[in-house]
C-alpha cells in the first residue's frame, strides 16, 4: 500500500464527507448537546437532514465478503473504531455487550458490528482474535483503504492517522481520531439512531427497545 | 479488655484498608490501584489506570514510565471534541501539591506500545514511575477484563 497516495485518497474522502454529510452530523452534535445522554430521536430522521448509512461492501472477520444486505432482516448497532486503541473502543464494545446481555431476547433481533477505521493493522484475523473478548454476536467488518473510506463516508465518520514522531520501526504504534458514535439502524439499512460515547448502557437499551416497537 | 477490643477493631480496620486498595508510595506521593486490562493474543497495545496523590507541598513530575511487558508506556489522554475522539500524548504530568491527578478510562491512561506478551485477566506486572523529585516507584498493576472500567478490588 502506497502511503502518499492513499494518503491523498483519504483526504480527498474525507473532505467529501465533510461536505455531504457535515451538516447533518452537525446537526446530530447539536442535538446531542441540547438533549443530553439520550441519543438521536425522531427529529434527525424525519427532517431529511441525516442520511446515515447506505450501501456498503467489506470483509468480515472471518474473511468473508459482505454487503449491507447481509445484515438486513435485523437492525444492526455499529461502531466504528480501532483495535489498537486500548481506552475508548474495549469500553464502547463492552457496553455494546452489557446492552445485549440486558436486551435479553431481543438482542436475537440486532447485529452488533464493529468497524474498523484502521484496515492497515485491523486484518480479519486481528478482528476476530479481538472480538473473541467481547458478545459472541459481534461481527468485525473490514476491507480496503478505499472500503472502509467509502463506509465511513455513509455513515458520516470521520477518521485520520494522528502524525506521529516515531523513530523508525516504530510505525506501527501509530494513533488514529475518529468519529465516535453508536449508530442504530433498522431492518431495512435505516438510520434509527446514533449514541456517543459513554452513554450509559440504560439510555441506550430504552432506546433500542423503543426502535424495535416501532419496526 | 475494652481497650484491647478498641485495639483489634482498628488493626482490623487498616488491614482491611490496605487490602482493599493497592497503595505504593514514594516520599509525599501515593499511586493507588494501578490496573490494567486483558489484551487479545495479538494485542499490540495495552493501558493503565491509577491515581497520583502529591500529599507535599511542592509540585512534582511523573516523566517516565517502563515495564517489562512493552518497549513504550506513554501518558496519553482521550477526548471527545465535536463528536471526534483523539488522543495526544503527554511527555510529563505535572502533580500540584495538595491534589490527585486520575487516570482512568475515557481519559487521562498509560498507554502501552509494542506489547511483548499478552495480559491476562487476573495477573499482574511490574511498573515504574519515575517522579522528577521523588524518583522512581515501582508499582505492581494488576489485569482485569478486557473492557472493564473499574478495578474489581
Redesign the interface.
Known sequence: MSGRKVGIKFILSVMAAAAIIGAG?RY??DYQQQTGPVGISGPVTTSGTARIGGKFSMVDHKGRQVTDRDFHGKFTLIFFGY??????C??E???M?EVLDTLGADAEKIHPIFATIDPE?DTA??LA??L???HPRFTGLTGTAEQVADITKSYGV?YSR?KSKNEPG?D??Y???????IFLMDDAGKFRAAF???IANKGMVRRIQNELTKS | MRISWVTLALVLNTTAVSASAAEFKIGNLTVETPWSRATPGKAQSGVIYLTISNRGDAPDKLVSISTPVAKRAEIHRSQMKDGMMTMRPFSELTLRPGSSVLLRPGGLHVMLMGLKTPLKRGGTFDMTLTFENAGPLAVKVRIEKIGARAPTQ
Open positions: 452530523i446530530i452534535v483495535t489498537f486503541c486500548p481506552d475508548i474495549p469500553t464494545l463492552q457496553t455487550s493493522r484475523p486481528v482474535d479481538y473473541s473478548n467481547f470521520f494522528v516504530q506501527k504504534d494513533l488514529m481520531n475518529h468519529s465516535s458514535f456517543r460515547v459513554g
